[in-house]
């Protein structure tokens, strides 16, 4: 394990897509585009135009950091799948770090880190565990801090997976709080003929 570890971290679990490259403790190169589909398209370019700004290509990488939500399904199973695939393809590991972990880097003293939800709720972690509920209920645990920064929250993503880089030995796996709003079709399958 290096002492100085080049790490990328990236995060598609609101309506964004975001990285940053992380070398040792130093953040080198951080961008972050909105957008509210088209992340499955986007990533990897954006990952390689952060690498290419860095001077640095994938093989350079001694780690992946990745936001696992909880947030949009889509766009978290969109970062967590990029992530393991580029971790088995490089061989490197990958570091999956909750929004709440993130959160908790830049969130000021005193206040709640929770993550926008639709339908005016937000995310938040209480000492039952992590909850979906209604804006204005949370308010009432304390004050609210939501990350309005994508590059904030990447960077701090990035810096926790270098925290835990050497130490996390799983997969990271998606944190969702909720049930997905899909329902499964209610189609009939289709009727295979033998011929």
Request: proline share 10%.
């Amino acid at each position: 394990m290096p002492s100085e570890p080049t790490l990328l971290a990236f995060d598609t679990s609101a309506a964004r897509c975001a990285a940053a490259l992380l070398r040792g403790s130093e953040i080198v190169v951080t961008r972050a585009e909105a957008m509210s589909r088209g992340q499955a398209e986007r990533l990897m370019p954006l990952l390689e135009e952060v690498l290419s700004e860095a001077g640095l290509g994938w093989k350079d990488l001694d780690a992946i950091g990745v936001g696992v939500g909880p947030g949009n399904f889509t766009g978290i199973r969109i970062s967590v799948s990029a992530a393991r695939g580029l971790a088995l393809g490089l061989n490197i590991p990958a570091v999956g770090v909750s929004g709440f972990d993130a959160l908790a880097e830049i969130t000021p003293d005193g206040h709640l880190p929770a993550i926008s939800a639709p339908r005016d709720q937000v995310y938040v972690q209480t000492s039952e565990g992590p909850r979906l509920m209604p804006r204005a209920e949370a308010e009432g645990l304390g004050p609210l801090f939501t990350a309005t920064d994508p590059n904030a929250h990447v960077q701090a993503i990035a810096h926790v997976a270098e925290r835990r880089y050497g130490t996390e030995t799983e997969p990271p796996a998606p944190l969702y709080i909720r049930p997905a709003d899909a329902a499964p079709s209610r189609d009939l399958p289709p009727v295979l003929l033998d011929e």
